[in-house]
């Protein structure tokens, strides 16, 4: 993570914005990148620092540069953290809207996840009474659908993991992965 690349993709997001969506999970992936390295960044500079004097001390020379970036760093990297609140707070309103979008399609989704687990046990792929070609045939279509049941339950997650919704979706998998 690169504090540059981190500054140039902490923006505002406007509500006409196209793609409102995208950019605002965008932007909160950094937000959520600085927040979970915060205190452990902050902790790296004087380390660093004890490095190059001792590093200095032993012949090890550097250059102004170098010494000046190292110096500036502590400063940079509060600034992108105060620059992550500012951010955070602005897309509040934004964020709240999505998360309530999300909730609706996590809730919607588990009429899907009955259904897929209502047409899982009514499939004969593991009763006997089949014949063996159709239980492999009943059983390879319903991997597909199961696969593709957690797919979008993943998509899901790491949605309400992003917008800090509370994780309704992981319950959704446990009843998916009762037909593996």
């Known amino acids: ?17 196209e793609n409102v969506s995208e950019e605002l999970k965008d932007v909160l992936g950094y937000i959520q990148k600085v927040r979970t390295r915060e205190k452990e960044v902050k902790t790296m500079f004087e380390p660093m620092r004890k490095t190059v004097k001792m590093l200095t001390k032993y ?9 000046k ?20 707070e602005s897309i509040q309103k934004l964020q709240s809207a999505e998360m309530e979008n999300i909730k609706s399609r996590v809730r919607e989704y588990w009429e899907v996840v009955l259904q897929v687990r209502a047409d899982f046990l009514k499939q004969a792929a593991f009763v006997f009474e089949t014949e063996i070609e159709d239980a492999y045939e009943s059983m390879f279509e319903q991997n597909g659908i199961l696969m593709f049941t957690e797919k979008k339950i ?26 593996r």
Not at 1 to 17: A, F, I, K, P, W
Not at 61 to 67: A, G
Not at 72 to 87: I, R
């Open 59 to 67: 012949g090890r020379p550097f250059s102004e540069e170098e010494t």
């Open 1 to 17: 993570m690169q504090m540059m690349e981190v500054n140039e993709g902490l923006r505002e997001v406007r509500q006409d914005s």
């Open 154 to 179: 993943d998509e899901l997650t790491s949605e309400e993991l992003l917008f800090e919704c509370e994780n309704k979706s992981a319950a959704y998998k446990k009843k998916i992965e009762l037909c």
């Open 69 to 88: 970036s190292l110096n500036e760093a502590p400063q940079k990297w509060e600034s992108t953290c105060k620059k992550v609140d500012k951010v955070s």
